[in-house]
């Protein structure tokens, strides 16, 4: 189990990044990387460039989101019989 020491800070945790793409995702659907990026450090801080990554891999291991190299734009992708906040 990895767990955190006293220095790390939790806003900038995967976890916590991951939730904040597909916050900014679940608004747009479908977001040019740069645009994504750039979203996520106005509302994390410039640390949150490194990281940034290993969220979006996170992410799309689990299938949550898919990258298309054409347009350079990250989707996301509404999996059947999840629970929408939004419909509560």
Known sequence: MIRPTKYTDLNL????????????????HTLVYNELLDKIIDRLGD???????????????IGLIDYNLENDAI???KKEGMVNNETK
């Open 47 to 61: 640390k949150a460039r490194f990281v940034f990554i290993d969220s979006l891999n996170f992410l799309y291991a």
């Open 13 to 28: 945790s995967v976890l916590n990044m991951a939730s904040q793409i597909i916050g900014e995702l679940k608004k747009e």
């Open 75 to 77: 989707y996301y992708l």
